[in-house]
């Protein structure tokens, strides 16, 4: 597995899924299922850690002013 940190979201999404895959299937081993499992919770983490980034970035839109205020996102009613 390349290195993690320099993956981007969708990089790191379609290496979890691919593990989920595997370790769906069954059949592997017990030391590789671990293994599996370990890597598969970093790359989770990392796509936590980018979608939090991406969230703290869409809270902090600037107005006409230049001033940061928060993004609310406003629901149906």
């Not at 981007?8 to 899924?17: N, R």
Request: aromatic share 6%; glycine share 6%; proline share 3%.
């Amino acid at each position: 597995m390349s290195d993690k940190q320099e993956l981007s979201f969708e990089e790191a999404m379609k290496e979890l899924e691919t593990i989920v895959e595997k370790l769906e299937e069954g059949d592997v081993p017990l030391e590789k299922a671990i293994s599996y499992y370990q890597d598969g919770m970093k790359l989770s983490k990392i796509c936590n850690d980018k979608l939090k980034n991406v969230q703290e970035k869409m809270t902090n839109i600037m107005n006409e002013q230049g001033d940061l205020e928060p993004f609310q996102i406003e629901g149906e009613e």
